[in-house]
């Protein structure tokens, strides 16, 4: 049961209905404010347990008024994958994977899409927008096709992964590659949005969005069986996921369905890294990072949106950040590849490269249960995966010159016989 939105920071309280994407009176941040009673109540009558692991089976925690105007491309119920040789290499017991790369457009932006579009939806909205690295580009411009919206996606300059930007150009969107980083594109789309009151904003400032990602943390718990885990780790950009996450396990916990709460764990890319400064340094307060470098493109966010919920989220949850090198996500990347079968972006290979370092330092104990989240996809990024690995080799169609290839044996007598 939705009340209003509220300021982070001054508590400020706008209706729910009121497109706004930030504080009038400071400026800072709005989220989703509840009813928890009525919502307990509301959930006596639903029959919300027996619907499938997916974002929609939390539909009475969400921000939507008209369960009619639900705008879906069946998003979340992501595989929960225990890594046993990843966890027995690294001395953990417990260690999980939630694959946000299992969602429709492959990333985990369409739990927060598929919330965010039904909003425009029931808003009137008839053109969405977004600035984006990547991923939520990809997203929104499949949900607005879904929804017969029009759709403009800002793009930074420079590298971006190809198998993104081919999925933003084939829904249909509009793609506008901006002469600048992302930090200056989502400031280009702020004033767009402000300036053109019909042109809805999807980027994760918008506090639906962050609603409909919340639900990985319901789904986290349900597949445990109520059993939290001691630690989530999570790749850190614009820094929406890792709050959300985090507000959906008190949510949980403020209606009683669970007991204790995870550590929530940021990893950043050593180029651009400005929450992970903040915690190590104790400050209250990011310094942006002008121009963020890092192999992993969905994390090369200087000035992160969301700085504040995440900084909060670490804090309150007892939990920590680190930096990783692109030579240890690029490393994670190929050992969670090889060990375990799952093929994740490099950003998303960040939580497993944050693990591998906090294990080592001894931050993370192994007695714990961790959940790392990978965010993408490894088909978002085919270059990168190519650009690393063991190049194929040629060989001419002959049994003998393959198994030359291969430095199997030679077989003869088998065959002659
Ligand atoms: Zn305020």
Not at 11 to 22: I, W
Not at 99 to 119: A, H, I, L, W, Y
Not at 260 to 265: A, E, F, Y
Request: hydrophobic letters at 40%; a neutral charge; aromatic letters at 6%.
């Amino acid at each position: 049961m939705m009340t209003h939105q509220e300021c982070i920071n001054c508590r400020s309280k706008y209706a729910v209905d009121e497109v706004v994407y930030f504080c009038k009176k400071c400026g800072d941040l709005l989220e989703i404010k509840y009813d928890y009673a009525e919502l307990v109540k509301m959930l006596g009558k639903s029959d919300w347990e027996k619907v499938p692991l997916s974002v929609w089976r939390y539909k009475d925690f969400m921000p939507i008024n008209d369960f009619s105007k639900i705008v879906s491309l069946n998003e979340g119920g992501t595989g929960l994958h225990q890594c046993l040789r990843l966890g027995k290499q690294l001395g953990l017991r417990r260690l999980y994977v939630k694959n946000e790369g299992e969602n429709p457009t492959g990333s985990f932006k369409d739990r927060g899409m598929t919330v965010g579009v039904t909003k425009a939806v029931e808003l009137g909205a008839k053109s969405v927008i977004c600035a984006s690295t990547g991923n939520t580009s990809a997203s929104l411009a499949a949900y607005a096709a879904k929804a017969g919206l029009r759709c403009a996606v800002l793009i930074p300059s420079g590298k971006i992964a190809y198998g993104k930007l081919s999925q933003a150009m084939i829904y249909g969107a509009q793609v506008l590659q901006v002469r600048g980083n992302f930090d200056e594109a989502l400031d280009i789309v702020l004033k767009l949005s402000e300036k053109h009151r019909n042109i809805y904003l999807l980027n994760s400032i918008n506090p639906f969005r962050i609603e409909g990602q919340k639900s990985l943390a319901y789904e986290l718990c349900d597949q445990l069986e109520e059993e939290v885990p001691d630690r989530v780790v999570v790749p850190v950009g614009n820094a929406g996921n890792i709050s959300a996450i985090w507000k959906g396990f008190t949510e949980f916990r403020e209606l009683g369905f669970i007991g204790n709460l995870p550590r929530m764990t940021g990893i950043q890319a050593v180029g651009s890294a400005p929450i992970a400064q903040a915690i190590k340094s104790g400050s209250d307060k990011i310094v942006p990072v002008e121009k963020p470098e890092t192999i992993a493109t969905a994390i090369r966010i200087g000035a992160p949106v969301s700085w504040k919920k995440a900084v909060n989220a670490i804090r309150n949850s007892g939990g920590t950040a680190e930096t990783v090198t692109d030579e240890e996500i690029l490393a994670a990347q190929k050992l969670l590849a090889r060990v375990e079968g799952i093929f994740v972006e490099p950003a998303s290979a960040s939580s497993i490269a944050g693990l591998i370092k906090l294990v080592n330092n001894g931050v993370i104990g192994k007695d714990e249960s961790v959940v790392c989240v990978t965010t993408g996809h490894g088909l978002k990024d085919p270059d990168t995966a190519v650009k690393m690995s063991e190049k194929p080799v040629e060989v001419d169609a002959e049994i003998a010159a393959i198994e030359d290839a291969l430095g199997l044996k030679r077989q003869v007598a088998i065959l002659e016989r």
